[in-house]
């Protein structure tokens, strides 16, 4: 029995994570999935601009899953809960032949931020630095001996991987200047702010020369002989934001690398890479996430 | 973006069904799988006396899933939806080793029933007879060659298994006349019934020759040898409401069939069957369900 609101709009999202495809115990604990999963969702939360409230968590257990397992697990879930105020209410569990962890969020919004309003000569937004959650789970995989001396130099890398941190203030703050469209990134940068520009009919370009690169990127890219940009643009779940800002909107804590553009059919184009390559960056959950 | 209703309370319930072990391609079609997911949850909503407002899904899919089959799951969904007056209003979609519909559905209740408000003296009722479910599943896995003929005599059986319909309307009605205590059938009546007197503190007995066959219930358990009351109230997924109606309360399609007692310290009492077996009937998630 819950209480909404008086004056505010409901939004909902729903997420599964999977053993195997989005965690493994390889590289990250019991506690971290369950964190994750709520993180995620709450993350979808924070790109509506809406306040986490509840959440409930459906899980498919192997039979030969330990209890302790599912209670570090539901550890985890609580401390996320309790990181971002929000509140398990309720839940499911079905035995099955993996783990997996299906969340769904509630949360509420006086000014919920769609993903369609952006217009062309809007600047692309991001509220955080680019590719530490994929640079993390790259190390993290890496047979590579140096690996560990970059996880250790860089210890954002590996927590951005296994605890990623909703943008919930920022999705709020980023309403009230009036973002015109936001969503989280998720699935790589150019894919998802590609969705921006989809749903609101514009085009996009990209600025790759401002990309923010996390702290520790290019350090990985050069270890592992991979792009640093695509690590930025195409790696994911780094969680944070991508919004459309009005020109003359104000907010410290946001990094402009692009803008909207009045043309929908060159809807993408990063500068100095071309247009080719962002189809290619965008994320594929049927090729697989963590370790995949 | 969705629009609570004032002065209701919003009611959430999650549940996940598996393939293989909530259903299989053996015993029903992938528009089963997904109406049965979205009743599954309605009912639950049903039994806090809410009327069904959104849902979201989250998939899990093996890579050799055809996409018509998730087609025709979605078909369901949406047949379900349309029946029972719920929006789908978000989704995930993941790979997976099985087939899992994980559903979340939100409700609104004026007066939501709790599971524990039922009071020593209130009547056990159910909103329909029992057994349906477990017998369909029993018949339609069966080897036996007269089962077939018992299916298509009482067709509401196999129905019963695939199309599971939640007590919506029941489920209001019993919450305007006074219901102090509310759950639906979905683990079997006996270990159903033993929640609320759990969690209302009272104890409960069972009277097992005023609990309601469905029709070919008593037929189907003849023919393959099984206990009609093991059916009735060990076999869950009947879906019908079990509620705690004051002795004065008045409601026409609502079967009696125990009472609430004072006594906790001896929760379940069966007429006729005595008190050992009912722990035993109470349905185990670890045991399987469809066909397990």
Same mark, same amino acid.
């Given at each position: 029995?819950?209480?909404?609101?008086? /004056?505010?709009?409901?939004?909902?999202?729903?997420?599964?994570?999977?053993?195997?495809?989005?965690?493994?115990?390889?590289? !990250?604990?019991?506690?971290?999935?369950?964190?994750?999963?709520?993180? +995620?969702?709450? !993350?979808?939360?924070?790109?509506?601009?809406?306040?986490?409230?509840?959440?409930?968590?459906?899980?498919?257990?192997?039979?030969?899953?330990?209890?302790?397992?599912?209670?570090? +697990?539901?550890?985890?879930?609580?401390?996320?809960?309790?990181?971002?105020?929000?509140?398990?209410? /309720?839940?499911?569990?079905?035995?099955?032949?993996? %783990?997996?962890?299906?969340?769904?969020?509630?949360?509420?919004?006086?000014?919920?931020?769609?993903?369609?309003?952006?217009?062309?000569?809007?600047?692309?937004?991001?509220?955080?630095?680019?590719?530490?959650?994929?640079?993390?789970?790259?190390?993290?995989?890496?047979?590579?001996?140096?690996?560990?001396?970059?996880?250790?130099?860089?210890?954002?890398?590996?927590?951005?991987?296994?605890?990623?941190?909703?943008? %919930?203030?920022?999705?709020?703050?980023?309403?009230?200047?009036?973002?015109?469209?936001?969503?989280?990134?998720?699935?790589?940068?150019? /894919?998802?702010?590609?969705?921006?520009?989809?749903? !609101?009919?514009?085009?996009?370009?990209?600025?790759?020369?401002? +990309?923010?690169?996390?702290?520790?990127?290019?350090?990985?890219?050069?270890? %592992? /002989?991979?792009?640093?940009?695509?690590?930025?643009?195409?790696?994911?779940?780094?969680?944070?934001?991508?919004?459309?800002?009005?020109?003359?909107?104000?907010?410290?804590?946001? %990094?402009?690398?692009?803008?909207?553009?009045?043309?929908?059919?060159?809807?993408?184009?990063?500068?100095? +890479?071309?247009?080719?390559?962002?189809?290619?960056?965008?994320?594929?959950?049927?090729?697989?996430?963590?370790?995949?």
């Amino acid at each position: 029995m819950l209480e909404p609101t008086p /004056g505010h709009k409901l939004v909902v999202t729903t997420d599964v994570l999977v053993e195997g495809l989005d965690f493994t115990a390889a590289l !990250s604990e019991p506690e971290d999935w369950g964190w994750k999963a709520v993180a +995620v969702n709450l !993350s979808d939360l924070a790109a509506m601009a809406a306040e986490a409230r509840w959440l409930v968590l459906a899980l498919t257990v192997p039979e030969a899953t330990p209890v302790a397992t599912l209670e570090r +697990v539901y550890a985890g879930v609580g401390e996320a809960c309790r990181a971002f105020g929000a509140a398990l209410v /309720g839940g499911d569990i079905s035995a099955g032949p993996a %783990l997996s962890l299906a969340v769904t969020a509630l949360g509420e919004a006086e000014r919920p931020v769609p993903r369609s309003g952006a217009r062309p000569g809007d600047r692309l937004c991001v509220t955080g630095p680019l590719g530490a959650a994929a640079a993390g789970l790259a190390l993290l995989s890496s047979a590579e001996p140096a690996a560990a001396g970059l996880l250790a130099r860089f210890p954002g890398l590996a927590a951005a991987h296994r605890r990623p941190a909703p943008a %919930l203030a920022m999705g709020l703050a980023l309403a009230r200047v009036g973002a015109t469209a936001m969503i989280d990134v998720s699935d790589g940068l150019a /894919g998802d702010a590609l969705h921006l520009a989809e749903a !609101s009919g514009t085009g996009l370009e990209i600025h790759d020369s401002a +990309v923010p690169l996390a702290p520790g990127v290019a350090e990985t890219a050069a270890l %592992l /002989g991979r792009d640093p940009m695509a690590l930025a643009l195409g790696g994911g779940e780094d969680f944070v934001l991508a919004a459309a800002l009005p020109r003359t909107a104000d907010l410290g804590g946001v %990094l402009d690398c692009g803008r909207f553009t009045p043309d929908p059919g060159r809807r993408v184009r990063v500068t100095g +890479v071309g247009e080719a390559p962002l189809a290619g960056l965008a994320f594929d959950h049927f090729r697989g996430r963590a370790g995949g």
